[in-house]
């Protein structure tokens, strides 16, 4: 215990009843120059002071801790709320028949809605806008007549991202292909599948589908 600590008292608390009760009788000076208590109230008034600087040392704990349970309370409704967030989509591209050729790439709008859960695909444009920033999933699959080209591009804004292909060929009655790939999205971002230019796919029966989901948000 130092000077410091019962001048700590003497001005904190001691008031009137430290200036009565310590005089320069009560403590003397030893050979370390640390003050030493001869007076039980001294004495008393010292150990006080050393149980307020542990109280106050026991609050700005205590203040600290309060401080880190709220920030954890934040983020763990911050996760709930991420976790909360659900987006999965497939639809099928639906018709009558085959779809295309065109003489011009074509978003191919896949009408026959399967989940939509979150209604980040849209039936009407064939465009799916993601909701939240996170890593998505896309996987989509078609079904085409052999005698025409095969060629569906998965787009995100105006960039190709993967693609599927079959040539045309006199041999081959029908063909099947796909693809699939994660994506890190930004919020508003938009995914959608082009159909190349004189290419062409099957509507009919959904076997040529697009779906997508949120896989976590970042
Ligand atoms: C100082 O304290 C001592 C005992 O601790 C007491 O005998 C003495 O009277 C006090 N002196 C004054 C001036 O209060
Ligand atoms: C497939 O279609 C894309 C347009 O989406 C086009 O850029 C590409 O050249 C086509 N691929 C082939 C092999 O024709």
Redesign the pocket.
Known sequence: MNFSILLFVLLLNGSILAQDAINATDIKINRQTQLVCVSDMCDFLLKFGAMEEKLKATESRLEDSETRLTNLENQVLELKNKERTKVVFSAAAGGNGQIGPYNA?TVLIYRTVITNIGSAYSHFTGIFTAPVAGIYYFTFFYHAGGLE?A?L?L?KNNQ?VV?A?DHKSLQDGADNGGNAVFLQLQEGDQVYM??????QVWGYNQRTTFSGLLVSQV
Do not use: F, H, Q
């Open positions: 790439n080209t060629n591009t787009i190709v693609n292909y082009r159909l190349g230019a004189y290419s």
